[in-house]
């Protein structure tokens, strides 16, 4: 047990954590693509990662092993929303199964906020399955609060939460009418099959209650 735990502490002591460029695509766009794609019940086109990657990679952060095999990513963007705040999107956040439940994730997703806060952001937004516990939990702790919940969201049916970080004070009154339109490009959506119309949205109130 005490081998287990400090072979564990070992790997991820042995962790860099670097911020992707374009430079780096083809050593790790590929290995990027696949993990990210194995824990996903629908699939993302190439264009969707390069969509990110090629205007937002300084907000993609990974963690890499001695050997440079990925072992965590996060994908980002950052850009006007038209509620009128600077809005930062975590799109994609995964870590080896193997490495899971060491604080990984929460490194990259943390190095991900302090990028976007240093470029101004007011607010961070994602959405995530209802019932992946392992998210939620990261997140929450992390301070985001569940906004809405959006039913059959994903191509399985399953509903997602919306999960907003503001970053500012005040920023929560500039979005009163907040569309609830996705982060993802309209490249995404329309290989998704469906959209902001499609989904429907429960606002959830100060008590946690849909409404
Ligand atoms: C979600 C994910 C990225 C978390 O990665 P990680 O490196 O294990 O995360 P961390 O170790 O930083 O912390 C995760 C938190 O969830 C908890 N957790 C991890 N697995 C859990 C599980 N199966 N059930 C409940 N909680 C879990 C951890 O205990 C930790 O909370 P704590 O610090 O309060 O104890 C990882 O599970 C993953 O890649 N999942 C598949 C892809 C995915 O779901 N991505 C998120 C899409 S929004």
Redesign the pocket.
């Known amino acids: 047990m005490a081998e287990s735990s400090s072979s564990a502490a070992k790997a991820e002591d042995e962790l860099r954590y670097v911020q992707y460029h374009g430079s780096k695509e083809e050593t790790y766009l590929p290995a990027i693509r696949q993990?990210?794609s194995?824990?996903?019940s629908e699939p993302y086109s190439i264009y969707v990662y390069r969509y990110f990657l090629y205007q937002w990679g300084d907000l993609c952060y990974m963690a890499l092993d001695s050997q440079n095999k990925l072992i965590?990513v996060v994908v980002c963007k950052l850009e006007p929303h038209r509620s009128g705040t600077f809005r930062g999107y975590?799109a994609?956040?995964?870590?080896?199964?193997s490495?899971?439940?060491?604080?990984?994730?929460?490194?990259?997703?943390c190095m991900a906020i302090e990028a976007m806060t240093a470029r101004d952001a007011d607010e961070i937004v994602?959405?995530?399955?209802v019932t992946?516990?392992?998210?939620?939990?990261?997140?929450e702790?992390l301070g985001f609060l569940r906004s809405k919940r959006l039913h059959r969201y994903y191509l399985n049916g399953n509903a997602a939460f919306r999960l907003l970080l503001y970053l500012k004070e005040g920023t929560a009154m500039k979005r009163p009418g907040d569309s609830g339109d996705l982060g993802m490009p309209p490249r995404m959506e329309e290989y998704r099959g469906y959209g902001p119309a499609a989904a429907q949205e429960d606002t959830i109130n100060s008590e946690g209650t849909v409404t």
């Open positions: 993990l990210i194995k824990d996903l965590g975590i994609m956040l995964a870590v080896q199964e490495h899971r439940g060491q604080g990984i994730a929460t490194k990259l997703v994602l959405e995530t399955e992946n516990t392992a998210s939620l939990k990261l997140y702790r």
